[in-house]
């Protein structure tokens, strides 16, 4: 029987690829406080620009996403890893020595170039057994989600002190503990994990799109990035005209943050045991239609801004929390990979196009007018989450197959489907694999019987 914990060598990759992640997307992360304050003395500054250098890696980001997943499977996740972090790095120095705008949205796209995320996971994924490979991923999700909210205090307080390159060159530096991590403390793989867990296959992209449970949820992501964006044009010189002086930022932000992550747990609480995950999305997205709204209408409030702003990290936080779940739990069996590629490309272009709209509309109209677009746009999600389907709580299993033709793989897939608690099941016979979907009545020893595998 396997073991029920994670592994020493499990918890070192666990904790190790979680920190690459982290130190990575909090060098993205540290500018969106600061960069409409900070970067007022480079040439060709404006609200436009200030969105798109905010938003610019979220286009080169979208564009090299799969394509360097898939350089991964050919040449290496470590390789691929350790070139995106150089690029990244390089990225944060050309930001670091600009002195004009255009310079530090090249920078920035170029920090984006450094799309190692599907790499990463795939990494992770190659050195982890399967019933624990959740554990791992959830490992490195709480990571990212800690770096967003370290990045909240960090980046005002480095741009204090050290200006905005310095807080370009802290990115580079902690692209290069990312390098080190990578090289010395992640292990080397020995096999690479089933295709379908980790990686997006370009021919079923189309059809991940067209899905529509799917579609709602790439749309959402795709949403919830672009008002992120958007609103961290406007809000910072929002609460600095409300009284609250740009150095102490960090003090509103670090603690509505933490405060909005404990508002967040009742949410997750409440929507499993009533099995209502579909209700609580919903009220999710109201709470942050509310915030917005008093974003909009109490612009000089610094006490109310506050409220808004711990009200608009809750509903971001379970939203954030929520939508890789329910994409794993609606994708197709054995297309995980496939389904989040098009949701780490939707993620990121949001952020991108947010930059553009939080930027053009505070350059045309104000903050008061980026709000209004973003409670738009959020009122279109919940439009769209109308049609949206409770998911069935499902376990996902990836299986080793003793497979060696393509009728046997016919046969095994026949077969799992008949076992008890088996909701979904498909043998690939290239990765000689498995994939289940099951219910609390499923019996893992009787599947492993029919593929002929033993672990």
């Known amino acids: 029987m396997a073991a029920s914990g994670l ?3 499990e918890k070192k990759v666990a904790f190790s690829l979680a920190s690459v992640f982290g130190l990575r997307m909090m060098g993205l992360f540290m500018i969106m406080p600061v960069f409409a304050l900070y970067g007022q003395h480079l040439e060709g500054f404006s609200p436009l620009w200030v969105g798109i250098a905010i938003g610019a890696y979220g ?3 979208a564009l090299l996403q799969i394509p360097m997943g898939i350089l991964s499977d050919k040449y290496g996740r470590k390789p691929v890893i350790l070139g995106g972090l150089v690029l990244f790095a390089i990225g944060s120095i050309v930001a670091a020595m600009a002195d004009t705008i255009y310079g530090v949205v090249f920078g920035r796209a170029l920090q984006g170039m450094g799309a190692i995320a599907a ?3 795939a990494l992770a994924a190659d050195l982890t057994r399967d019933e624990q490979r959740t554990k791992v991923m959830a490992v490195i999700g709480m990571c990212i ?7 909240l205090l960090v980046g005002p307080v480095v741009a204090q002190h050290l200006g905005l390159e310095g807080l370009f060159y802290l990115t580079a530096g902690l692209a290069l503990s990312g390098m080190a991590i990578v090289h010395f403390l992640v292990p080397n793989p020995v096999h690479q994990a089933p295709k379908g867990d980790t990686l997006a296959a370009p021919a079923k992209l189309w059809r991940m799109l067209k899905d529509p449970q799917l579609f709602r949820l790439d749309a959402g992501i795709f949403i919830l990035h ?3 964006t958007a609103v961290f044009v406007a809000l910072p010189l929002d609460l600095v005209d409300a009284g609250l002086a740009k150095e102490k930022h960090w003090m509103l932000y670090f603690p509505a943050f933490i405060g909005a992550f404990f508002l967040m747990v009742p949410l997750i609480i409440i929507g499993v045991k009533r099995k209502n995950a579909k209700g609580m999305f919903q009220f999710a997205l109201v709470i942050m239609m509310l915030s917005l709204t008093v974003m909009a209408l109490f612009a000089d409030n610094l006490w109310l801004l506050a409220f808004a702003v711990l009200l608009f990290f809750t509903g971001f936080n379970y939203l954030e929390a929520s939508l890789p779940s329910l994409i794993a739990k609606f994708c197709p069996v054995g297309e995980k990979g496939s389904a989040m590629g098009v949701y780490s490309t939707s993620q990121f272009m949001g ?3 947010g930059g553009i709209l939080g930027g053009g509309a505070f350059q045309l109209v104000g903050a008061v007018g980026v709000f209004i677009a973003a409670i738009v746009l959020m009122a279109l999600w919940l439009a769209l989450s109308v049609g949206m389907k409770n998911p069935v709580l499902l376990k996902s299993y990836t299986l080793e197959a003793q497979v060696h ?4 793989a016919r046969e095994m897939a026949s077969r799992l489907s008949e076992l008890a608690g088996v909701a979904e099941a498909i043998v690939v016979l290239e990765e000689k694999v498995a994939y289940l979907k099951v219910d609390e009545h ?3 020893r009787e599947a492993r019987a029919v593929l002929g595998s033993a672990n």
Do not use: M
């Open 59 to 61: 286009l080169t980001q």
């Open 7 to 9: 592994s020493a060598t």
């Open 145 to 151: 989600g800690f770096s967003f909210a370290l990045s």
């Open 119 to 121: 790499a990463v996971l």
């Open 226 to 228: 672009l008002v992120l």
């Open 405 to 408: 033709g393509r009728e046997q």
């Open 442 to 444: 499923f019996d893992l």
């Open 351 to 353: 952020a991108f196009c």
